[in-house]
């Protein structure tokens, strides 16, 4: 049977799942981890200290999959309130954040149904991720997507980030097909959106994340819009 769509590569954060919620709850679990350690944090106080450690971190790493790391943030964090390195608080509070992130991940609704149709009619699903592999795929295991996706490629391996375009030629050329058989759905406009159609894939824009009302004045347009995942099986088969 003929589709329109060969393939399906999806985003994983804010497109499978609500980001935000777990982010709160993982600086929280990071918060409650360094009082603990004796650290004597306000609230306000921690998230300012957070805030300006990942601002450095993304500064100095921009357009890598380490720029998003919350090791480095804890890390970094760590350095600037106490003036020097403390290996085991850094690890136990990134440890905490992800642990806490990751039992918080819930599937947006039509998520596992919508991909499990995919699967089923032997349309290819891709995730194509920004960040570092091993947390991305912590994050699918848990979701329990992993029978439904045939492959997983993250800006650590290509060692650039979306909107890059060999975040989108390499599960390419991976899957063996030309773009015009893809469609490439994700929350974020540049990443995502100009990112897929700057290589020749039709993109969907999915709005049921933080990034629901998203600006489109003065950049490029996706090709579709959308807030519910199931709409995905129209447009695809």
Not at 32 to 46: H, K, N, V
Not at 102 to 110: A, K, R, S, T
Not at 142 to 170: N, Q
Request: charge should be negative; proline fraction near 3%; aromatic fraction near 10%.
């Amino acid at each position: 049977m003929s589709y329109r769509y060969r393939a399906v590569f999806v985003d994983l954060d804010d497109t499978l799942y609500p980001y935000e919620p777990c982010n709160e709850a993982g600086k929280e679990a990071a918060l409650e981890t360094a009082r603990d350690l004796g650290y004597d944090f306000e609230r306000a106080e921690f998230r300012e200290y957070y805030q300006e450690a990942r601002s450095e971190v993304k500064r100095e790493l921009a357009g890598t999959a380490s720029a998003h790391e919350r090791f480095l943030y804890f890390k970094r964090l760590i350095e600037i309130y106490t003036g020097t390195h403390k290996s085991r608080h850094a690890l136990e509070l990134g440890e905490a954040y992800w642990d806490t992130y990751i039992q918080e991940m819930e599937l947006f609704d039509d998520v596992e149904e919508t991909l499990a149709r995919f699967h089923d009619e032997g349309v290819k699903v891709a995730v194509v991720s920004n960040l570092t592999t091993r947390i991305q795929l912590k994050k699918l295991e848990h979701l329990g997507l992993e029978s439904a996706i045939d492959l997983v490629v993250t800006s650590e391996e290509t060692g650039s980030e979306k909107p890059a375009s060999v975040m989108f030629t390499l599960p390419l050329a991976q899957l063996d097909l030309r773009p015009s058989e893809v469609v490439m759905v994700g929350d974020s406009v540049e990443a995502d959106v100009e990112g897929g159609n700057a290589v020749g894939l039709s993109t969907v824009l999915f709005e049921g994340g933080s990034q629901a009302e998203a600006d489109l004045e003065g950049r490029r347009r996706p090709d579709f819009r959308t807030a519910n995942f199931a709409d995905l099986t129209e447009l695809v088969l």
